[in-house]
């Protein structure tokens, strides 16, 4: 019998549908819900609202569970496959055939230069400016020089608009950092795998090619695949938002970049590391951070800490932790921010503050550890966050649009301003 769910109010009995979930998670469906008693939902924040029904990415946050498409996120630590393959994955919804990945990687090859014209772009900016601003700037610009991939009509041109997204922006990624730094820009090299390839436009000169250390491209692979989708956070639900208008899909993912750049979701991995710096500096001990961060009115946050929907350890921090460790060992670097963020995470675990409310590490706590041993700049983390979270991006924006069902996002409110009133004129206001 399909089950119901029943909502009294002003003495009348409401039933409203329940959806269940493939892995049997519930959700009151409640489409009719205003058209039928007149009331709306209230949810700020939208920690009880599921925005859409998907199949990309499956999160259980009270036992620490993420799969892609299915497959546990633990696979990819012991297989590790290649990045561009899971994009593929997640982008389109199954492993792709040996023929079908070397067609999408030939058209990432093809596409990985950007226009002689953007180039000019960068140019424009202070050299100050934040990379994620520039990112963000140049994926809409990018929507300029291809208008004929506004309309996705057919399967090729929405595998085109993909491939240069997912292309592209390691290019405007490392031009960024070149532009920032007063350095030519090395142009992408054709033989060079999609990791590689970054890291030599990132760090190679023109006199002297940057040598690429497969232990540094391997793990930059691992933070790539890590970071690849987590269903409707921030920046996927803002591009979904930004996409539900029919906006292009570069338009849609320049949003996401703006969306992931605050401090509470993808520069968290760059707060994480300030964090540990002023610790380092001497300015407070791991143990002023835990008290400040409980202290009732403090707005300061253990950075790196506590999750939406994690309630226990995001199993994304764990895989890190490990990948973190032995990157560390191989390269033989001894980073003194490794062992204070060991401290802190052991002094939050056995404190009652931090285990009560679920406070456990996220994905952004031994990041940007690693990043720092591949030598990627701190004001980068979060541009490398953006590249990794592209493929999801594409695959949520898909999804919303592929479903004949989408409408344009547009929440309501609950008006709570002044009731209707006269307009004063200037030199009658008394206040
Ligand atoms: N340090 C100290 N206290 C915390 C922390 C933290 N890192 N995170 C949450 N809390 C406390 C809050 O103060 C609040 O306490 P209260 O109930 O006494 O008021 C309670 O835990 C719930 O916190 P909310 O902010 O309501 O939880 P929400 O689900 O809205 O926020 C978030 C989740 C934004 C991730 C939060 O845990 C946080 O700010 N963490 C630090 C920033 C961070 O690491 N962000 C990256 C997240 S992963 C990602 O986006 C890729």
Wanted: glycine share 6%.
């Amino acid at each position: 019998m399909e089950e119901k769910a029943k909502l009294i109010m002003e003495g009348r009995e409401y039933e409203l549908p329940v959806i269940t979930g493939t892995e049997g998670e519930k959700a009151i469906d409640i489409t009719q819900l205003r058209s039928r008693t007149g009331y709306i939902s209230y949810d700020p924040g939208f920690a009880n609202t599921g925005s859409c029904k998907s199949a990309i990415t499956y999160i259980d946050g009270e036992k620490g569970v993420l799969r892609y498409r299915g497959i546990p996120i633990e696979q990819f630590d012991t297989k590790i496959p290649n990045f561009v393959e899971v994009a593929w994955l997640i982008i389109f919804g199954r492993l792709p055939k040996k023929e079908e990945l070397q067609h999408f990687s030939e058209k990432l090859t093809r596409h990985a230069h950007i226009h002689e014209a953007l180039k000019y772009h960068f140019e424009g900016f202070p050299i100050t400016a934040p990379p994620m601003a520039i990112l963000s700037a140049m994926i809409n610009a990018l929507s300029c020089f291809y208008p004929e991939l506004f309309e996705l009509e057919t399967h090729e041109q929405f595998e085109e608009a993909a491939a240069r997204l997912i292309s592209k922006i390691r290019t405007i990624a490392a031009y960024s950092y070149r532009s920032s730094k007063g350095l030519p820009f090395i142009p992408p090299h054709p033989k060079l795998r999609y990791c590689a390839n970054f890291l030599h436009m990132m760090f190679s000169m023109p006199y002297d090619l940057y040598e690429i250390d497969p232990v540094v491209e391997d793990a930059l692979n691992l933070v790539f695949i890590l970071h690849a989708d987590h269903e409707q956070n921030c920046s996927a639900s803002t591009v979904r938002m930004v996409g539900s208008s029919r906006a292009n899909l570069f338009a849609s993912c320049a949003a996401g970049v703006c969306a992931l750049w605050g401090p509470l979701h993808g520069g968290a991995n760059t707060a994480v590391i300030e964090m540990l710096e002023q610790i380092h500096k001497g300015n407070y001990t791991p143990e002023d951070c835990v008290r400040m961060a409980k202290e009732k009115g403090n707005p300061f946050r253990l950075m790196g800490f506590g999750h939406r929907v994690y309630k226990y350890f995001d199993p994304r921090s764990r895989i890190l932790k490990k990948a973190c460790d032995k990157l560390l060992a191989t390269l033989k670097i001894k980073d003194p921010l490794l062992d204070i963020a060991l401290k802190l995470e052991e002094l939050a675990l056995k404190d009652s503050y931090f285990t009560e409310k679920g406070l456990y590490p996220n994905v952004d706590f031994y990041s940007g550890i690693m990043m720092r041993a591949m030598r990627i700049p701190l004001n980068m983390f979060t541009v490398m966050f953006s590249m990794g979270r592209l493929p999801g991006w594409i695959a949520q924006w898909k999804e919303m649009n592929d479903d004949p069902r989408s409408k344009i996002w547009r929440p309501r409110q609950v008006y709570a301003g002044e009731k209707e009133r006269d307009y004063i004129p200037m030199e009658k206001r008394q206040y």
